[in-house]
């Protein structure tokens, strides 16, 4: 089965200091791995993609993903975090199952940025 | 441009009651998709449609779950005889094409049955 897995429930980073959520990925054959963030009584609103390609990935807000294959990761990072990037953030990888359409998410990483 | 909207945004309903959650995608995207994202998890899927098609009705978790999209737009899900296990947020998407674009988001309907 294609799955992620998102170590941490919880990131806290201070204002200006770099940021880094992980996630991990568990798939057969190629993964297609996506980033979404999800704002308090907002819909998940997409970040960045990997299908193939360079292996940094840049995204919306100034997010990118690195992929690395040897450690099946897919790291979201940014340089300088701002307090508005408080959030709560989902990997998630392309199931390949049934229609091939579906994402399967991960359980999300609490993003804290404390000015 | 507008965004894919839901309605209603909140319902509360009592267990044994039926309940129909409508979606609104993008016009013109192809694909819609429902998910259903319990209290601090991932959302999980539940169906997928190509325009009028139900593609994928695999993660649907039980014959109380319903979904449909007759003209391919619109798209209501429907479940039957709720549950409290059924309380839940859920969310729909839609996606322009049918391989690897990315999928938007509504603000979802939060469920909660009583």
């Known amino acids: 089965a294609q799955s992620v897995a998102q170590p941490e429930d919880q990131v806290n980073v201070a204002e200006g200091n770099p940021l880094t959520v992980k996630c991990t990925y568990s798939v057969s054959g190629n993964p297609y791995l996506f980033w979404y963030v999800q704002y308090p009584n907002r819909g998940l609103q997409f970040l960045l993609k990997y299908i193939t390609g360079d292996n940094l990935v840049k995204g919306s807000y100034g997010f990118e993903a690195e992929f690395n294959k040897s450690q099946t990761s897919f790291h979201l990072k940014k340089p300088s975090a701002l307090v508005s990037d408080s959030a709560l953030y989902f990997c998630?990888?392309?199931?390949?199952?049934?229609?091939?359409?579906?994402?399967?998410f991960g359980k999300g990483t609490s993003l804290l940025v404390t000015p | 441009g507008a965004g894919v909207s839901q309605s209603p945004r909140y319902k509360v309903a009592k267990r044994g009651q039926d309940v129909a959650l409508r979606c609104d995608p993008i016009?013109?995207?192809?694909?819609l998709f429902w998910y259903q994202q319990a209290l601090g998890q991932g959302p999980e899927f539940l169906t997928y449609f190509q325009n009028e098609a139900q593609l994928d009705k695999s993660g649907l978790p039980s014959d109380r779950f319903f979904a449909e999209r007759p003209e391919g737009s619109v798209s209501t899900l429907k479940i039957q005889r709720t549950q409290q296990e059924d309380s839940a947020v859920y969310l729909c998407?839609?996606?322009?094409?049918?391989?690897?674009?990315?999928?938007?988001f509504g603000p979802g309907t939060r469920l909660t049955v009583l």
């Open positions: 998630a990888v392309r199931d390949m199952r049934g229609s091939g359409y579906a994402l399967n």
């Open positions: 998407a839609s996606s322009f094409g049918t391989t690897n674009n990315e999928q938007f």
């Open positions: 016009s013109g995207h192809v694909s």
